[in-house]
């Protein structure tokens, strides 16, 4: 379905899903999941065109924890119900690169990212590759947060460590966030 809002110099078109009803005065639950290495560790190594799992080190929940379940550090098992996905990672001197948010079981893609652009050649220039989007989930599944590049880099190719490059700087290094927040 799509709503036009009317305006005087012009014309704004809104998509709405038809299938996805929240109620947005409900409750809601969260999981928060974290690429998170001790300081001054490398991001690794990011090879080109390959969706490449992002490997989690540390989650976080508020509310019950049954609905969102991290397996093998890079997979998770969502309920069924209505989601908010929202995700950023970064990469340093790769080129273009993107998230997605995929269903393993149902070999789909459910939330595609944004493209990003991380230069490869002259700056130390890095970014963040950010996703967001509203799904329904059916029936239990396992999703993967992916992240794709368009150049190899060996080492820091998942983002500039900051550890010993700052004085008094000794946080751990985050190198990618995933936030779900399910609709009850």
Not at 10 to 33: Q, R
Not at 71 to 99: F, M, P, Q
Not at 145 to 157: E, S, T, V, W
Request: a negative charge; glycine letters at 8%; proline letters at 2%.
């Amino acid at each position: 379905m799509v709503i036009q809002v009317p305006c005087k110099f012009w014309k704004l078109e809104i998509k709405v899903m038809p299938n996805i009803e929240v109620d947005v005065h409900g409750k809601y639950e969260f999981a928060i999941f974290k690429r998170q290495l001790s300081p001054a560790t490398d991001s690794g190594t990011f090879k080109q065109s390959t969706w490449t799992p992002v490997e989690f080190t540390w989650d976080e929940y508020a509310g019950k924890t049954d609905w969102a379940v991290l397996n093998n550090r890079d997979r998770i098992r969502l309920a069924k119900g209505n989601y908010l996905i929202k995700a950023s990672a970064t990469a340093y001197a790769v080129g273009r690169h993107r998230l997605r948010f995929r269903d393993l079981e149902g070999n789909e893609t459910r939330v595609v990212g944004m493209n990003a652009f991380a230069r490869s050649e002259g700056d130390d220039i890095m970014t963040a590759a950010h996703l967001r989007g509203i799904m329904e989930v059916k029936e239990e599944s396992d999703f993967q947060l992916q992240h794709i590049c368009q150049r190899n880099n060996n080492g820091d190719g998942f983002g500039l460590k900051m550890g010993n490059n700052v004085a008094n700087d000794h946080e751990d290094e985050l190198y990618a966030i995933l936030e779900i927040i399910r609709f009850t």
